[in-house]
């Protein structure tokens, strides 16, 4: 049967990982391949960098942390942050990723995800969703941001899911911009609304704070995996007690 | 020595260094001739079925790739490189394979709650005995990525199945010619231990024809 997916997300900047709330606050939280080596043997089903730098000029230093840890973690690893040509995406699977996941710049050039999916195959092209529940005209939209939550396109997040998998994309990462942070739990019903409209595994992300949550984003929010950063990062849970918890959810993992 | 096909369809580093990992030596290349001679092959790829003949026809390996599997040295093809084994596949049109084995490729036609592609790990069952699974159980999980998926007509070649919506073909093996649906350099411990089992393979083979 297939698994519900635990992904560990690791924001990596200047060639380390991270940690800190909302983007302030960084502390060092070690050397990315270490990080990544401690979640493998924990049982994390595939890894996530998020480059968190962003500069163009640092693009070499995230590469030879992918190379370094495609060397010798033997899972998926995705990296996102930053990715704004078919060079990039390129590069960083030459490097040894196995999907790359596009954000602002599939807003900005929605044929950028077509040519990337056209080239490189559907499989490896994620793309990072991030809505944001706002008023418009009286009712609720759920309008999805670009830079980290702070610009609004106009798009609606049901919407545009279905319109990056016409054009290639092969999964979807949703992260509630309503919900990341607060570790109350993945906004359900964003989550559930985007899975159910598209045929291409949605990943719940932004908001997990405990086992639980992510139990629900597989069930209540229909997801085919579920991605955290700080419960696992703060040592709160390790990936094997999550799936433990999911287990007795009811939900098949690997265990 | 693994020589590794390089089509520029996917991630071939990861292979290699899963090979060197549980001890193997792997080169990566796309020449004919060593691809003919080599010892043991292994054909990776991700990506298009049309797209990834058309890139080996244009590098001139099917013939080397058809050549080395008659000499019955360790061949193992992934993901894609399963894929191609066969005579026809249906990705974007209609696409002649390399016919090593005869069957077809097909989209998978799921219920709406089954997600394309099938992405993660899934477990599989034993259909036959074959080498490279001595230690492996039934169960076992490892890391499929995939739209499309073999109909040998050969049903004897089937080594593995998965269930996804129905049962589907995830490994054959055939003599020395083995092929999995998943990817064992992403499956860790598991693929790992597949791969060992294919550097361990003694090479029936005599003296390559060069």
Same mark, same amino acid.
């Given at each position: 049967?297939?698994?519900?997916?635990?992904?560990?997300?690791?924001?990596?900047?200047?060639?380390?990982?991270?940690?800190?709330?909302? *983007?302030?606050?960084?502390?060092?939280?070690?050397?990315?391949?270490?990080?990544?080596?401690?979640?493998?043997?924990?049982?994390?089903?595939?890894?996530? *960098?998020?480059?968190?730098?962003?500069?163009?000029?640092?693009?070499?230093?995230?590469?030879? %942390?992918?190379?370094?840890?495609?060397?010798? %973690?033997?899972?998926?690893?995705?990296?996102?942050?930053?990715?704004?040509?078919?060079?990039?995406?390129?590069?960083?699977?030459?490097?040894?990723?196995?999907?790359?996941?596009?954000?602002?710049?599939?807003?900005?050039?929605?044929? *950028?995800?077509?040519?990337?999916?056209?080239?490189?195959?559907? &499989?490896?092209?994620?793309?990072?969703?991030?809505?944001?529940?706002?008023?418009?005209?009286?009712?609720?939209?759920?309008?999805?941001?670009?830079?980290?939550?702070?610009?609004?396109?106009?798009?609606?997040?049901?919407?545009?899911?279905?319109?990056?998998?016409?054009?290639?994309?092969?999964?979807?990462?949703?992260?509630?911009?309503?919900?990341?942070?607060?570790?109350?739990?993945?906004?359900?019903?964003?989550?559930?609304?985007?899975?159910?409209?598209?045929?291409?595994?949605?990943?719940?992300?932004?908001?997990?704070? $405990?086992? &639980? $949550?992510?139990?629900?984003?597989?069930?209540?929010?229909?997801?085919?995996?579920?991605?955290?950063?700080?419960?696992?990062?703060?040592? &709160? *849970?390790?990936?094997?007690?999550?799936? &433990?918890?999911?287990?007795?959810?009811?939900?098949?993992?690997?265990? | 020595?693994?020589?590794?096909? #390089?089509?520029?369809?996917?991630?071939?580093?990861?292979?290699?260094?899963?090979?060197?990992?549980?001890?193997? +030596?792997?080169?990566?290349?796309? #020449?004919?001739?060593?691809?003919?001679?080599?010892?043991?092959?292994?054909?990776?790829?991700?990506?298009?079925?049309?797209?990834?003949?058309?890139?080996?026809?244009?590098? #001139?390996?099917?013939?080397?790739?058809?050549?080395?599997?008659?000499?019955?040295?360790?061949?193992?093809?992934?993901?894609?490189?399963?894929?191609?084994?066969?005579?026809?596949?249906?990705?974007?049109?209609?696409?002649?394979?390399?016919?090593?084995?005869?069957?077809?490729?097909?989209?998978?036609?799921?219920? +709406?709650?089954?997600?394309?592609?099938?992405?993660?790990?899934?477990?599989?069952?034993?259909?036959?005995?074959?080498?490279?699974? +001595?230690?492996?159980?039934?169960?076992?999980?490892?890391?499929?990525?995939?739209?499309?998926?073999?109909?040998?007509?050969?049903?004897?070649?089937?080594?593995?199945?998965?269930?996804?919506?129905?049962?589907?073909?995830?490994?054959?093996?055939?003599?020395?010619?083995?092929?999995?649906?998943?990817?064992?350099?992403?499956?860790?411990?598991?693929?790992?231990?597949?791969?060992?089992?294919?550097?361990?393979?003694?090479?029936?083979?005599?003296?390559?024809?060069?």
């Amino acid at each position: 049967m297939l698994a519900a997916r635990v992904i560990p997300c690791l924001d990596v900047h200047g060639g380390r990982v991270v940690k800190g709330t909302n *983007f302030v606050n960084l502390r060092d939280a070690g050397d990315p391949v270490e990080v990544a080596s401690r979640y493998e043997a924990e049982g994390a089903d595939e890894l996530v *960098f998020l480059d968190i730098t962003a500069s163009h000029e640092e693009r070499d230093i995230i590469l030879d %942390v992918v190379r370094r840890t495609a060397d010798c %973690v033997f899972m998926p690893l995705t990296v996102g942050g930053g990715v704004r040509t078919i060079e990039d995406v390129r590069d960083l699977l030459n490097a040894g990723c196995d999907k790359v996941s596009i954000n602002s710049a599939a807003c900005k050039d929605p044929d *950028f995800v077509r040519r990337a999916a056209d080239r490189f195959g559907s &499989q490896c092209i994620v793309v990072n969703i991030d809505p944001k529940r706002v008023t418009k005209d009286g009712k609720e939209f759920w309008e999805v941001h670009i830079n980290g939550g702070r610009k609004p396109t106009g798009l609606e997040a049901v919407a545009w899911a279905k319109e990056v998998q016409s054009l290639g994309a092969g999964e979807i990462v949703l992260t509630s911009m309503d919900a990341d942070g607060t570790r109350d739990g993945y906004d359900l019903p964003v989550t559930a609304a985007v899975s159910e409209a598209v045929s291409i595994p949605v990943v719940a992300s932004g908001g997990a704070g $405990h086992p &639980q $949550h992510l139990a629900d984003a597989i069930i209540k929010g229909k997801a085919s995996a579920a991605l955290a950063a700080s419960i696992f990062h703060f040592g &709160q *849970f390790t990936i094997e007690e999550t799936k &433990q918890i999911m287990r007795d959810a009811g939900i098949p993992v690997r265990i | 020595m693994i020589t590794i096909v #390089d089509y520029q369809m996917g991630n071939l580093r990861s292979v290699q260094k899963a090979v060197q990992r549980v001890g193997g +030596e792997a080169k990566i290349s796309s #020449d004919p001739h060593e691809i003919a001679t080599a010892d043991r092959l292994i054909l990776p790829g991700v990506g298009a079925f049309g797209d990834a003949m058309a890139e080996i026809n244009r590098r #001139d390996l099917a013939t080397p790739i058809r050549d080395f599997c008659q000499t019955r040295r360790p061949f193992l093809g992934i993901c894609l490189g399963l894929q191609l084994l066969f005579e026809e596949g249906f990705e974007h049109g209609t696409h002649r394979g390399l016919g090593i084995l005869s069957g077809d490729v097909v989209r998978f036609e799921l219920p +709406e709650h089954l997600k394309v592609p099938h992405m993660g790990w899934n477990t599989v069952k034993k259909q036959s005995d074959c080498e490279l699974l +001595e230690d492996i159980g039934d169960s076992s999980h490892f890391y499929f990525v995939h739209s499309f998926y073999v109909r040998p007509s050969d049903p004897s070649v089937v080594a593995l199945t998965c269930d996804y919506g129905g049962d589907f073909c995830a490994m054959i093996a055939q003599g020395n010619l083995f092929a999995t649906q998943f990817h064992p350099e992403k499956s860790q411990s598991n693929g790992l231990q597949l791969l060992r089992r294919f550097t361990q393979l003694a090479s029936h083979s005599g003296a390559p024809t060069a």
